[in-house]
């Protein structure tokens, strides 16, 4: 598609009406042209094709065969340990990268030290790497022929082809998301407010938690959410170290694939759409929190000034 | 303060789901097992758990991990901490006892019948009407056929499929080692994807509607049949085809670290009971023996063994599977 051509958007004399009420430029008083309506209509289309068909096919296959069915399939034993196991995976691994990524993000966004750019690097890392070598990185260390994994085995630690190990890849791939949201809104508040703090008498840990804390408070939670959304959808890291036994160490994700395997095609899809219920959750919650925090680094740091003011 | 205290208590539960959860009353039993099995087990373990209980008054919970038998042998030589392993093919389990120790090399003579305790066989599934008129080997590489079969280097179905392709060109009218080698090269050039996995590439076949044959075990092509609409597919028996035989062994190492030597033993013996035997039939695996026709009955197809064919599996990996072996000299996609 070309880009909408200009010359033509004087000339089109057309009247303001309803087109433009759905569609205009942002900038400039130029009329809506074909261009942009193509470019927006593209853009709707593609939409409707990856995500909302997708979406909606998923939650009309779950109820094919009936509501019955759809809370049979949910509340089935094996179907209910995935859910728990699903959930307590992201309850421990929330709180442990919350508090890694609150004292990462306070690092690197409020001092100056050696090997900033290093540390902000490495924490880039588990997204850069695919999450099937986050779960064989475990197993190497873990497995019965890894570094510590004999060690560990004969004095009756399991930690591969168990939770632990589910719990570690999960925190493994998710350990940037609230690192990463912060860095940006902890350097953009900078450090005067912090320093006015103490020069009143106010100790380290005060500081933090009634300064530093409340003005970065919405990008917390925005990190927190994506890591949340992720934890809980994770398959690949978890496939690799979890084993697969049904009842035990199956999380949503691997159990929907068990299902879709066994032909339990509507099962498999009741699964999903609980997953794709998360999914949709996590934008709206999304949405709530960005509205505050702003999106991206530029709009955050001003949203977030706006904010401390 | 309390952001130790919560750090403390997650460390803790870490360690504490790690432990086994060892109650006294129920004992867990972890079984090893590959894709196409799924439903079979999950009857036996339920007829299994009643036999045992009114034989000794315990109460067990047989616990199933299922994925390609060749990443379910990984998963046990990595750790996973299965009492007892029920593959696709003995050459995954010789693989477990050559790099772990778990079990001795000679595990297969501990059980009856190669401690294959039923066994099955590759056939063909093909569409409604059979368009392709596809009725035995040969016509497999006919011109416009699509072929569906898993990748043999991780599939335990697609490696007996190979073989079977293989042995039917060797032995036909002027067959020859050159002969079977071609037959195989313009075999894999009539497959569209290689899944990883028997399920994988059933999917293809059934529900994504790719291909014209899935070259399939026997059990599995009757679970397509059934669970689908009726009239949808067709096996087609080729004129010879190879014994499959899944084997299954327990992993003394850590049956004797569970305590569950007994329990294990006991599970594997009760494969080869009537009502194990009977389970497997239903479920379209080929008892050890069917003298009465006690137990349903599947088409007679004319089979050859791997022992007789090839030599046992150690040489038939070597010499068709390991890298730079024949597959991989035959097969560029």
Redesign the interface.
């Not at chain 1, 873990?142 to 890894?146: C, E, L, P």
């Not at chain 1, 009756?156 to 632990?164: E, H, L, M």
């Not at chain 1, 879709?260 to 032909?263: A, M, P, S, V």
């Given at each position: 598609m070309s880009a909408p051509d200009r010359s033509l958007v004087g000339a089109a004399a057309r009247p303001r009406g309803w087109i433009e009420r759905f569609c205009r430029p942002v900038s400039g008083n130029r009329r809506t042209s074909f261009g942009d309506i193509a470019i927006v209509a593209i853009s709707a289309l593609f939409l409707g094709i990856f995500l909302v068909i997708p979406l909606a096919t998923i939650f009309s296959l779950a109820l094919k065969n009936g509501i019955h069915a759809y809370f049979r399939a949910v509340t089935e034993p094996y179907a209910r340990s995935a859910i728990w196991l699903t959930f307590v995976t992201a309850a421990?691994v929330l709180?442990?990268n919350l508090?890694f990524g609150l004292a990462a993000g306070w690092a690197i966004g409020k001092f100056e030290f050696r090997g900033k750019e290093f540390l902000t690097t490495l924490i880039d890392l588990p997204f850069a790497v695919s999450p099937v070598i986050g779960g064989m990185l475990f197993?190497l260390l873990?497995?019965?022929?890894?570094i510590v994994?004999p060690w560990l085995?004969a004095h009756?630690?399991?930690?591969?082809?168990?939770?632990?190990g589910i719990?570690l890849a999960t925190m493994f791939v998710t350990s940037p998301f609230v690192a990463r949201e912060l860095i940006p809104v902890m350097q953009a508040s900078g450090s005067e407010e912090e320093q006015a703090a103490i020069s009143l008498g106010a100790g380290g840990w005060q500081t933090f938690f009634r300064v530093t804390l409340p003005n970065v408070k919405w990008g917390v939670l925005y990190g927190v959410i994506l890591c949340n959304a992720r934890a809980i959808g994770e398959f690949g890291a978890v496939s690799v170290v979890s084993?697969?036994?049904?009842?035990?160490t199956s999380t949503m994700p691997l159990y929907i694939e068990?299902l879709?395997?066994?032909?339990n095609f509507s099962a498999a899809f009741a699964v999903s759409s609980l997953l794709s219920l998360v999914a949709v959750l996590t934008l709206v919650a999304k949405r709530i929190v960005g509205r505050h925090v702003g999106v991206g680094t530029a709009a955050s740091a001003s949203a977030d000034e706006e904010l401390a003011a | 303060m309390t952001r130790k205290c919560l750090f403390g208590v997650v460390i803790v539960s870490l360690f504490l789901c790690g432990a086994r959860s060892a109650s006294a009353a129920t004992v867990a039993l972890l079984n090893a097992s590959y894709d196409a099995t799924r439903e079979f087990y999950r009857d036996y373990n339920a007829a299994f758990v009643k036999y045992w209980k009114a034989k000794t008054g315990q109460d067990v919970r047989i616990e199933m991990s299922h994925t390609g038998s060749g990443k379910e042998a990984r998963a046990v030589i990595d750790g996973l901490d299965a009492d007892v392993v029920s593959l696709a093919l003995a050459y995954d389990i010789d693989a477990i006892a050559r790099r772990t120790g778990y079990l001795p090399a000679d595990w297969q003579s501990r059980l009856p019948n190669d401690s294959s305790p039923y066994s099955s066989t590759i056939v063909f599934l093909v569409r409604k009407g059979n368009p392709k008129h596809i009725k035995d080997w040969p016509d497999l590489i006919n011109p416009g056929v699509s072929v569906v079969t898993p990748n043999p280097k991780t599939s335990g179905g697609a490696r007996w499929a190979f073989l079977a392709a293989w042995e039917y060109a060797l032995k036909a009218d002027g067959g020859s080692e050159d002969k079977a080698r071609q037959f195989v090269r313009a075999l894999y050039k009539h497959v569209p994807v290689l899944d990883t996995g028997a399920r994988g590439s059933t999917a293809t076949f059934a529900e994504r509607g790719i291909g014209d044959v899935l070259l399939s075990w026997e059990n599995e092509a009757y679970l397509v049949i059934n669970k689908s609409a009726k009239g949808q597919f067709e096996i087609i028996y080729p004129s010879i085809s190879i014994v499959a035989q899944p084997p299954v062994a327990w992993l003394d190492k850590n049956v004797s670290r569970h305590g569950t030597t007994a329990l294990a033993k006991a599970y594997l013996e009760y494969l080869y009971s009537e009502q194990g035997q009977e389970i497997a039939a239903n479920h379209y695996f080929r008892p050890v023996k069917n003298p009465t026709g006690r137990y349903r009955a599947l088409p007679f197809i004319k089979t050859f063994t791997i022992n007789d064919a090839f030599g046992g599996w150690s040489s038939a990996q070597k010499k068709f599977f390991a890298d730079g072996g024949v597959f991989d000299q035959i097969y560029q996609p």
């Open positions: 421990v709180p442990i508090g197993v873990f497995g019965a022929q890894g994994g085995i009756g630690v399991k930690i591969i082809f168990a939770k632990p719990i084993g697969n036994i049904s009842g035990l068990v879709y395997d066994d032909y | -």
